[in-house]
T-cell receptor, first 113, second 112 residues
Framework: DVKVTQSSRYLVKRTGEKVFLECVQD?????MFWYRQDPGLGLRLIYF???????EKGDIPEGYSVSREKKERFSLILESASTNQTSMYLC????????????FGPGTRLTVL | AQSVTQLGSHVSVSEGALVLLRCNYS??????LFWYVQYPNQGLQLLLK??????LVKGINGFEAEFKKSETSFHLTKPSAHMSDAAEYFC??????????FGAGTRLTVKP
């Protein structure tokens, strides 16, 4: 079974803190994704990576950065957390083709106070 | 850019009744279409996908969807709802460039 794990299920941070969300996949997938899930808005892509050290901006990259130093690990960084970044964050991985399924982690619910 | 619209943010059915969750897509190129399900406190998992082969696609847990190009639709159905089907369902469209777009989601409630 494909497994995508995220470092925390729940996280509470204060405004202005630097926040790291970690994602690890065990299936040697080329692609990795970070989404934000908000009620009524579905999933919105923040960043994705199609190879080590490669990244592409998604629809809502402002206030976020990413790092992919190893194929299995994709990190999302909130440089200075703000209350409007309170959300559910989902990581996913997939093989390279557009027809391939994305496999999701369980999510991290981040609250910024 | 492609997009999907899910009609109805909440759908409620009785156990044993037909489940119909609606999804319409917009795409300037032949689309790849997906339905994902999210159970409480879990990530999304694939129910089924259309990738330009058969237009009627069967998925897990008795769900199926039909790709109708003339109606730009990819509605999800299940003949008989079960209590365990209660979840949130997301339709998604992708193109050859791996640019996947999700709908806003439909929360399915199943009444006993």
């Amino acid at each position: 079974d494909v497994k995508v794990t995220q470092s925390s299920r729940y996280l509470v941070k204060r405004t202005g803190e630097k926040v790291f969300l970690e994602c690890v996949q065990d299936m040697d997938h080329e692609n990795m994704f970070w989404y934000r899930q908000d009620p009524g808005l579905g999933l919105r892509l923040i960043y994705f990576s199609y190879d080590v050290k490669m990244k592409e901006k998604g629809d809502i990259p402002e206030g976020y950065s990413v790092s992919r130093e190893k194929k299995e690990r994709f990190s999302l960084i909130l440089e200075s957390a703000s209350t409007n970044q309170t959300s559910m964050y989902l990581c996913a991985s997939s093989p390279p083709r557009a027809t391939d399924t994305q496999y999701f982690g369980p999510g991290t619910r981040l609250t910024v106070l | 850019a492609q997009s999907v619209t899910q009609l109805g943010s909440h759908v409620s059915v009785s156990e044993g009744a037909l489940v119909l969750l609606r999804c319409n897509y917009s795409s300037s190129v032949p689309p790849y279409l997906f339905w994902y399900v999210q159970y409480p406190n879990q990530g999304l998992q694939l129910l089924l996908k259309y990738t330009s082969a058969a237009t009627l696609v069967k998925g897990i847990n008795g769900f199926e969807a039909e790709f109708k190009k003339s109606e730009t639709s990819f509605h999800l159905t299940k003949p008989s709802a079960h209590m365990s089907d209660a979840a949130e369902y997301f339709c998604a469209v992708s193109d050859w460039n791996n640019d996947m777009r999700f709908g806003a989601g439909t929360r399915l409630t199943v009444k006993p």
